[in-house]
Each structure stands twice: as structure tokens, then as C-alpha cells.
């Protein structure tokens, strides 16, 4: 079973260019930067478990993922997690909706990864603000905390699939976070 421990926080104007600056003078490896649509199912007994299937599209690219809470530690996210690509995309949609599972959830995002030590960093921008996520064993998201200077940097409990219900729009049933196709970008 692959257990998930990651930190979210949410960054105001500016944090982004001071923690990218900062990443860089830590020596840490800029992997890639890409554009992802995700789209969030509930439903069932998932519902009972904390649990959510996510399809993830990254250009021709699309990951199906499970992903169940199973605890918090040092304010730290704990979860089972399970990943598997996807090639036919509306296969798997129709499969998941005939499970009775329903979306609940589409939103977009441009991520930047990093590889700082033993941690992923990974900086988000959303339609409804900019994030960051560190990803490791909850020993080294601390150390990683410490390294960066998140002090006063607000952490966020919440996931993006809630983030998108409180700041989306709901249409259809289903809370939607778009960027505008005219280079529309989050501010924060």
C-alpha cells in the first residue's frame, strides 16, 4: 500500500518568485512545469471512507489515481494513494460513472516540480490562487519547512477539489475552475 504524506499552503503575491528563488539557491532540481485538468469522482462507500478517484489529464497524458485519508500528523496529510495511467480517457470515465460514482469536481492547474533532498516541492497556480505542496516523509517536509522559511506562510488544510467547490463555479452539479482561455492567470 503506498501511503502519500504531503503539506499544502496557501501563498499570497509574491511568495512564489521568493520561494522559486529560494529553491535555487538550495541547489534544489527544477524537473518540469505542466498544465493538468483534473477531474474529481465521490460518491458510495468512497464517501464513508474519506476516499476519491481522480482522472488527471496532462496533454495526451491522463493517471488515474485512488486516494483515501488515513490521518494527519504534525498538520501533515496522510494518504493511501494509487496511481495508474489511463489510455482511453472516456472508457475510464464511463467506467467510474457505471460504478456509480459521480464528478464533482473539474479544475485546472499549472504546476512547477522541484526536488529539493528528500522532499518534491511542487508550486501550483490555480484560477483561484497560487499553492504549494511538499511531498516526503513528515521528518523531511519539517526540515524542508525550515529550509524554505515557511514561518509565516499559511498552511491549507483543504484539497483543490474543495477549494474548487468554495471558489469555482458550480455548473451542472459539478464545481468547475477554469482558467479564461485568453491567458487568464491566479493573482492570489
Known amino acids: 500500500m503506498a501511503i ?6 496557501h501563498l499570497g503575491p509574491g511568495r512564489v518568485e521568493e520561494i522559486t528563488q529560494r ?9 518540469k512545469e505542466v498544465f493538468e485538468v483534473n477531474y474529481q469522482h465521490r460518491g458510495g462507500e468512497m464517501d464513508e471512507r ?33 496511481e495508474t495511467s ?8 464511463a467506467i467510474i460513472e457505471h460504478l456509480g460514482y459521480k464528478l464533482t469536481a473539474v479544475y485546472e492547474k499549472r504546476r512547477k516540480y522541484w526536488m529539493l533532498g528528500e522532499v518534491e516541492v511542487v508550486l501550483d497556480e ?8 511538499i511531498e516526503g516523509t513528515s521528518e523531511a517536509i519539517e526540515k524542508a519547512q525550515k529550509k524554505l522559511g515557511l514561518k509565516d506562510v499559511e498552511q491549507e488544510p483543504r484539497g483543490y477539489p474543495r ?9 451542472g452539479g459539478v464545481a468547475v ?5 485568453m491567458g487568464g492567470s491566479a493573482s492570489g
Do not use: C, H, Q
Open 126 to 133: 490555480l484560477p483561484f490562487g497560487l499553492y504549494m505542496e
Open 4 to 9: 502519500e504524506t504531503e503539506k499544502k499552503y
Open 50 to 82: 474519506g476516499a476519491t478517484l481522480r482522472l488527471r489529464k496532462i496533454g495526451d497524458f491522463t493517471v488515474l489515481t485512488y486516494k483515501e485519508k488515513v490521518a494527519t500528523e504534525n498538520g501533515a496529510k496522510k494518504k493511501i494513494e494509487f
Open 86 to 93: 489511463v489510455s482511453d480517457v472516456d472508457a475510464a470515465e
Open 23 to 31: 529553491l535555487v539557491e538550495l541547489g534544489a532540481d527544477f524537473e
Open 163 to 171: 477549494l474548487t467547490i468554495k471558489y469555482g463555479k458550480t455548473i
Open 177 to 181: 475552475a477554469k482558467f479564461e482561455r
